[in-house]
T-cell receptor
Framework: EDKVVQSPLSLVVHEGDTVTLNCSYE??????LLWYKQEKKAPTFLFML????IEKKSGRLSSILDKKELFSILNITATQTGDSAVYLC????????????FGAGTQVVVTP | KAGVTQTPRYLIKTRGQQVTLSCSPI?????VSWYQQTPGQGLQFLFE???????NKGNFPGRFSGRQFSNSRSEMNVSTLELGDSALYLC??????????FGPGTRLLVL
């Protein structure tokens, strides 16, 4: 059975800290791994990763995929209170139309 | 471009009733996927539609159904509501096999 596991489930950091979130997966016919940020309602898209070893960056956020070890990391540097959210990892396979398999998410709380 | 829109945003129903939720995708997106989000189960895939055809379905009972119209707008229906159907229902649209973008969701409370 396909699995997507995120760790930690929650963490509390101070503004300015660096945060590293983990996502491991076991799926057949892997196509892509996606990261989303969910604050109140709609998950908002952060990154899509398909190739191993290529870091994607957007401002203070970055992410990388390791297809050999089947995991991805999302880093947030110089955290701000606005980074407080649930970060979701999802995996898409080549044989399942329009279906994202989500991990449980990591709740990040950034305190002033 | 306008984002994905969902209506209504909030809904209260009683057990046994049925409900219909609507999703309008981003202009040009023909794929619409639906998800149920609950605190206990997280985000779970319901089904996906493309060009008015259901191409994929998750592990939900037959009380959950959907359809897609020629303008790519989609509806999902839940019949004979149960307390456990209380959840945030999210739809997401995508262009071909690209990234899925989510709407704000419909919060359904079943009493």
């Amino acid at each position: 059975e396909d699995k997507v596991v995120q760790s930690p489930l929650s963490l509390v950091v101070h503004e300015g800290d660096t945060v590293t979130l983990n996502c491991s997966y076991e799926v057949t016919n892997f196509r892509s791994l996606l990261w989303y940020k969910q604050e109140k309602k709609a998950p908002t898209f952060l990154f899509m990763l398909t190739s191993s070893g290529i870091e994607k960056k957007s401002g203070r956020l970055s992410s990388i995929l390791d297809k050999k070890e089947l995991f991805s990391i999302l880093n947030i540097t110089a955290t701000q209170t606005g980074d407080s959210a649930v970060y979701l990892c999802a995996v898409e396979t080549t044989d399942s139309w329009g279906k994202l398999q989500f991990g449980a998410g990591t709740q990040v709380v950034v305190t002033p | 471009k306008a984002g994905v829109t969902q209506t209504p945003r909030y809904l209260i129903k009683t057990r046994g009733q049925q409900v219909t939720l609507s999703c309008s995708p981003i202009s040009g997106h023909r794929s619409v996927s639906w998800y149920q989000q609950t605190p206990g189960q997280g985000l779970q895939f319901l089904f996906e539609y493309f060009s008015e055809t259901q191409r994929n379905k998750g592990n939900f009972p037959g009380r959950f159904s959907g359809r897609q119209f020629s303008n790519s707008r989609s509806e999902m229906n839940v019949s004979t509501l149960e307390l456990g159907d209380s959840a945030l229902y999210l739809c997401a649209s995508s262009f071909l096999k690209e990234t899925q973008y989510f709407g704000p969701g419909t919060r359904l409370l079943v009493l």
